[in-house]
């Protein structure tokens, strides 16, 4: 089974000493989880959070990078100057950058392409406002995103990107999608991916869901068969939550291989 994707957005959150003591205190806990553990930090932490994670299964992502090569861009970073520092990964288009720094699809997939051409891996967040939904707009606004922010990309550059469904009315909200709604999602988007790719190839794309996890709700959303992961705002900021988060996917894949045995035992 492909490893879950559990992703931390600090967001602009935590100074570099508070990150460093972050990743003593998470490391233990998550020691033997079989997930992929993502920690997007500020720019500022990469370096020192790469350090610290260096003998664990844990990785470290930018929040953003910017699309063009060297030069007169002051206050950007690229992805050529994340890789250098041991960044693995970064995050594309969360909502925040769309609604308060005007990022557009357009922008967004320059910086996909950028990201993936220097080696990063980049998960692209998309997903609907508040108002979309209200007014059944989910399906459209989903079909444009992926649309415009995959143009030119092609499918064997898919298993460098992961597809993050977040809800605009869920991040830190308190108010996450339901797993019915976030099921419906993430079926949509591989029927897209299916219809600009092809079915073999959406299947093995890696969607994973964001929007007010917490230690309680991820119980259920673990149990989609279909999600392959998660990317967590606010519950990421404390070790243990985030731990918690972690480990409810190890326990589910438990339960599904004591499940197989059974099934096998009763053959
Ligand atoms: P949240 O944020 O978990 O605090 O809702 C998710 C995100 O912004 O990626």
């Known amino acids: 089974m492909p490893k879950k994707y559990v992703i931390a957005n600090f967001k602009m959150n935590k100074t570099d000493s508070e990150v460093a003591k972050y990743i003593d205190e998470f490391k ?4 033997k989880s079989s997930c992929q553990i993502v920690l997007s930090v500020p720019y500022v932490s990469i370096k020192t ?27 950007e970073v690229n992805a050529e100057m994340l890789t250098a520092v041991g960044a693995q ?16 699809d357009e922008l967004i997939n320059k910086k996909i392409m950028k990201g993936l051409r220097d080696g990063l891996i980049c998960v692209l967040c998309i997903g609907e406002t508040l108002f979309d939904k209200k007014n059944q707009k989910t399906e459209q606004v989903l079909k444009q ?6 143009n030119s990309i092609y499918a064997n550059e898919l298993n460098h990107i992961v597809i993050a469904y977040e809800p605009v009315w869920a991040i830190g909200t308190g108010i996450s999608a339901t ?31 964001g929007g007010s996890i917490n230690e309680e709700n991820i119980k259920d959303i673990a149990r989609l068969d279909d999600v392959d992961g ?3 705002g606010g519950a990421s900021l404390d070790p243990m939550s985030f731990s918690k988060i972690v480990l409810a996917f190890d326990d589910e894949e438990r339960t599904n291989d004591k499940k197989t045995k059974k099934r096998v035992l009763k053959k």
């Open 28 to 31: 233990p806990l998550i020691e």
């Open 49 to 75: 959070a790469v350090e610290k994670v260096s003998d664990s299964n844990i990785t470290i992502a930018g929040q953003n990078l910017n699309e063009n090569d060297f030069g007169a861009f002051t206050g």
């Open 89 to 104: 990964a970064c995050i594309v288009g969360h909502s925040e950058r769309r609604s308060k720094f005007n990022e557009t």
């Open 145 to 150: 995103q992926i649309t415009k922010c995959l």
């Open 179 to 209: 797993t019915d709604e976030i099921a419906q999602a993430i079926s949509l988007i591989r029927k897209m991916l299916s219809n600009l790719y092809d079915a073999d190839i959406a299947s093995k794309v890696a969607i994973v869901y």
């Open 230 to 232: 998660v990317l967590v």
